[in-house]
Nanobody, 124 residues
């Protein structure tokens, strides 16, 4: 079972950048697809980005395409989300998740492993 811990959140002005990290424990990290979701106050959790087990394929929500970049370093058991050109609408708690099956991760299916979240606040 993979366990996940996010870090790197904080307060940034609009137009700024942040890099989130998701550190995973467990020997099977490299076999898992990984993803980022976010949840703003009063809104449902929404998909942000995902990456396959080998980093060979990535997918993004339209709202972050061209501004955010997801990546992973299997040697360090860590996944990243580089966020550039941040907007106030990006303010949310960001969660990483993982699952052996990418489609389950994208659907946030029951049984998908989640981290505890990290707060990102973008001021205007």
């Amino acid at each position: 079972q993979v366990q996940l811990v996010e870090s790197g959140g904080g307060l940034v002005q609009a137009g700024g950048s942040l890099r989130l990290s998701c550190a995973a424990s467990g020997r099977t990290f490299s076999a898992y697809a990984m993803g980022w979701f976010r949840q703003a106050p009063g809104k449902e959790r929404e998909f942000v980005a995902a990456i396959t087990w080998d980093g060979g394929s990535t997918t993004y929500a339209d709202s972050v395409k061209g501004r955010f970049t997801i990546s992973r370093d299997n040697a360090k058991n860590t996944m990243y989300l580089q966020m550039n050109s941040l907007e106030p609408e990006d303010t949310a708690v960001y969660y990483c998740n993982s699952d052996p099956v990418l489609s389950r991760l994208l659907r946030a299916s029951a049984g998908v492993v989640w981290g505890q979240g990290t707060q990102v606040t973008v001021s205007s």
